[in-house]
């Protein structure tokens, strides 16, 4: 083929993996794409490309974007793979964090409250005494 002439087949992404399809075989800092981590680290699942976006996007996975590609390294993948040691409670799990200027929950539940009783209270002042049933 000569050196000018166009290429026509599209360059193999895995081709570094099937190379080194072993994650011994990776320097702990090398770059790679994040194809060829999912490939390396999960070549039949559970977790996908877009698994490893979505782990980027949430800071669970450090990654580089170097020209519209997002490249990491088998450290940051097995970093993302380390346990936690702590578990989150059901309560933690399902509080979300307060908004900027926004009151956290329990300064929002009192807040609630002390509405309500306002409006229980203007509830009653409204009401008016019926009068008794003539005899």
Not at 97 to 105: D, L, M, V
Request: hydrophobic share 35%; aromatic share 4%.
């Amino acid at each position: 083929m000569d050196s000018t002439a166009k290429r026509t087949r599209p360059r193999d992404p895995l081709f570094r993996v099937r190379n080194r399809p072993s994650v011994d075989q990776w320097a702990a800092d090398e770059s790679m794409t994040l194809a060829e981590a999912v490939a390396l680290f999960f070549p039949d699942g559970p977790l996908t490309i877009k698994s490893f976006r979505t782990a980027a996007k949430r800071g669970q996975l450090a990654v580089r974007r170097v020209s519209g590609r997002d490249f990491t390294t088998p450290d940051a993948v097995r970093e993302m793979l380390r346990p936690e040691l702590r578990v989150p409670t059901r309560e933690a799990a399902n509080e979300r964090p307060a908004a900027p200027g926004r009151p956290k929950e329990p300064e929002m539940r009192a807040a609630q409250e002390r509405a309500l009783e306002a409006v229980r209270g203007l509830r009653d002042r409204r009401r008016v005494p019926k009068k008794p049933a003539a005899s």
